[in-house]
Structures are given as structure tokens and as C-alpha cells.
């Protein structure tokens, strides 16, 4: 997963950038019936955006949610560096991969 911020030289103000951050998963269903439960929310990431660091930085996924099929995230702030009345970013990159079918999915017991 990865995470922008406007450099420096071009974001003047760095209070509005993101400090603590969660992003959570899950898949809605709307398109296939796979077997999988839909609705259902997992936490995928808990980080701190650190300014001290390139604009640009990654996170590691949970190694608890397993490998699930998710079609939807949510990004919430938790906190920023000191902005009262907003939080910034540019750009919020999640990786995966596609399954390749459906065998690869997590079977409901």
C-alpha cells in the first residue's frame, strides 16, 4: 500500500498531511456470487505518516486478514500534523493481485 504526500517545496503548509491512519477492507458483493461474506470490514493497515520521510512511503498489509477478496477500502485519518481544519493527500495506492480463479478464493467452513 502506498501513500503520497505533496513534496515540501511544493506543499508549504505540512500541517494538513496525514499523521495516524487506518485502511479497511471488504467486498460488497454487488457483481458475483463467490461465496465470500460481503459487508463484512478488516482492518488491512494501521501506520503513521512520518514528514521526516520521503513524500512517497509504503505499508505492510495485516498478515492477519489472510487473503480475502475485497473490492472496496475505506481510508480513515486518525490524526494530522496539527491542521485544525483539514487533512491532505494526493494519492492512495493499494496492490494486489487479481485471482486467477476462483479456487484461489478462501473457502467458508
Given at each position: ?17 496525514p ?37 512517497a ?53
Amino acid at each position: 500500500m502506498g501513500f503520497d504526500k505533496l513534496r515540501k517545496v511544493v506543499g508549504y503548509d505540512r500541517s494538513n498531511a496525514p499523521k495516524n491512519c487506518r485502511v479497511y477492507g471488504w467486498h460488497q458483493g454487488h457483481d458475483v456470487d463467490i461465496g465470500v461474506e460481503t459487508g463484512k470490514m478488516f482492518l488491512l493497515a494501521e501506520f503513521s505518516y512520518d514528514l521526516e520521510k520521503s513524500n512517497a512511503q509504503t505499508f505492510n498489509v495485516l498478515d492477519s486478514i489472510g487473503s480475502g477478496l475485497m473490492d472496496t477500502i475505506r481510508l480513515d485519518f486518525t490524526s494530522n500534523h496539527g491542521s485544525p481544519f483539514h487533512t491532505c493527500i494526493y494519492r492512495l495506492q493499494v496492490h494486489g493481485h487479481e485471482p486467477t480463479s476462483v479456487s484461489m478464493l478462501p473457502t467458508q467452513s
